[in-house]
């Protein structure tokens, strides 16, 4: 056998495409957990596992994506008990994104917090988590921390580390807030720009993996067609159609300026590959490519 290469690395040198890889979050609950993390956060961490279990349980019945997060470098108080607990709750779904904040004395009130989205206050700041989780996956602590440290001096107030967010092939992975914008191996020195460009309302798309709140095979059209017209606008492409052909692909019809822009996509299979540093039995994963694209006015 070869040397061993970290996931990232390897998913690096074989270019697996990022678009359309973005795991599905229409909703995020946060609680900030200081400390260190065990592989799952919520379980293995500051936080009582008891209340860490029920208040998981509570979000996903609710359809709500639960993550930990803390400000870059809090290994925190490690000589005295966390004593405040912020958390912020987080919509992501088109036309209805927005994030708000509170913070309870004791976590066990965290599972009094309502999760129908009129708790806490009102924020109009992004918020960025870029994914430290080494527990989970190294890759994500050894790419995603350098991202974590300077994104922290540019923007102090809006940055954070998180849990797993999926994809550790793609460390350093990140996603902005409230509009679940996912990245993956974004360079530290570029890491910055991303949420500049962010609040001029645009994407990066060459860093790019999608929206949270849509389907995989939506956030490839959307990267297809973005490529094809240059738009980067992260409103632009809205999609009012997603559909199965006849042939077993994909059609997603997207508004753009007047247009229907109509994507058309066939799905295949990757070569065995190990997704993760943890992996050991190389699997498939779906990929979409693009079919064909064809505009007509609405």
Do not use: K
């Not at 993390?37 to 029920?54: K, V, Y």
């Not at 405040?84 to 599972?111: F, H, K, T, Y």
């Amino acid at each position: 056998m070869g040397a061993w290469e970290p996931c990232s690395d390897r998913s690096l040198e074989r270019g697996d495409p990022l678009a359309g890889t973005g795991g599905f979050g229409a909703r995020w609950l946060l609680v900030e957990i200081d400390g260190a993390w065990g592989t799952h956060a919520f379980f293995q961490s500051r936080l009582d596992p008891a209340i860490g279990r029920e208040l998981v349980g509570r979000a996903e019945s609710a359809g709500i994506r639960p993550v930990a997060i803390r400000p870059f470098g809090r290994r925190a108080d490690e000589r005295r008990a966390q004593r405040r607990w912020r958390w912020a709750l987080a919509d992501a779904r088109p036309g209805r994104e927005s994030v708000r904040w509170g913070v309870v004395d004791d976590p066990a009130e965290l599972l009094d917090v309502s999760l129908d989205g009129t708790a806490g206050t009102a924020s109009d700041r992004p918020v960025v988590l870029v994914c430290t989780h080494a527990r989970h996956d190294q890759c994500c602590a050894v790419r995603g921390r350098p991202v974590a440290q300077t994104l922290s001096r540019a923007f102090p107030d809006d940055t954070w580390e998180s849990s797993h967010l999926g994809g550790d092939r793609f460390a350093a992975t990140m996603i902005v807030l409230p509009h679940g914008l996912y990245y993956g191996r974004v360079p530290t020195a570029e890491a910055g720009a991303i949420v500049e460009r962010y609040r001029q309302g645009e994407i990066v798309e060459q860093y790019y993996r999608g929206r949270s709140s849509l389907s995989n095979i939506v956030q490839s059209a959307q990267s297809f067609a973005r490529a094809d017209s240059g738009d980067a606008r992260i409103e632009a492409f809205p999609p009012v159609l997603e559909e199965r052909t006849a042939e077993g692909g994909w059609r997603v019809d997207l508004a753009h300026d007047g247009e229907v822009v109509t994507v058309l996509l066939h799905e295949r299979m990757s070569a065995p590959l190990l997704s993760t540093c943890a992996a050991t039995r190389p699997t498939s994963v779906r990929e979409f490519a693009l079919t064909s694209m064809s505009r007509r006015p609405v």
